[in-house]
């Protein structure tokens, strides 16, 4: 964790919580914050995250191809909800900011409500940010407004649209040192 500490200071990272806190309660977006803080000056600093699916309560072997374009959709199926695969980071632990999904279909065979967990210091897994997927194949965004910074994050699909969970792709986007 030592290239975010240095990234950055205990000033900037009460900022980050004071701001987190009204973007928490919808009295701004992420966008508008990062506009109008000192973080603004970190945006080029957001790219990509590279990961790997290390564990999947069901489906591993299609877990494993939801950071490809050409893996199969995960998890195919609607029994032992929820769903969950473990997102391990390449690298340094990262604040993940964007969430994007695509399922693979447009019909009851999406995903609806969903998390993205995170393990804390402890090596405790935590709630985090919460999202509603539509029913589409397009790829959808997500903020996630966890605020923490670590290599190990967990997609939780809470339920679906009444068929099969089938994510295509998911794509994270953070700050990584």
């Not at 940010?129 to 996630?144: L, M, P």
Request: charged share 25%; net charge negative; aromatic share 8%.
């Amino acid at each position: 964790m030592g290239g975010l500490k240095s990234f950055f200071s205990v000033r900037d990272i009460c900022e980050c919580i004071a701001l987190y806190d009204i973007v928490r309660s919808g009295q701004i977006s992420q966008e508008e914050m990062l506009q109008e803080s000192r973080f603004g000056n970190h945006q080029s600093a957001i790219k990509a995250l590279n990961y790997s699916v290390t564990a999947a309560n069901v489906g591993l072997d299609y877990a494993r191809g939801l950071n490809s374009d050409d893996g199969d959709s995960w998890a195919r199926t609607n029994e032992n909800l929820p769903h969950t695969a473990d997102l391990t980071l390449s690298g340094d632990p990262a604040l993940v900011t964007k969430l994007h999904l695509t399922n693979r279909y447009s019909d009851s065979d999406t995903v609806k409500n969903c998390r993205l967990d995170y393990k804390d210091p402890s090596g405790s897994w935590q709630e985090g940010t919460t999202f509603q997927s539509e029913k589409t194949k397009a790829r959808q965004s997500f903020d996630i407004t966890s605020g923490v910074a670590t290599t190990e994050w967990r997609i939780v699909v809470l339920d679906t649209y009444g068929g099969d969970s089938d994510i295509n792709k998911i794509e994270l986007e953070g700050i990584q040192e």
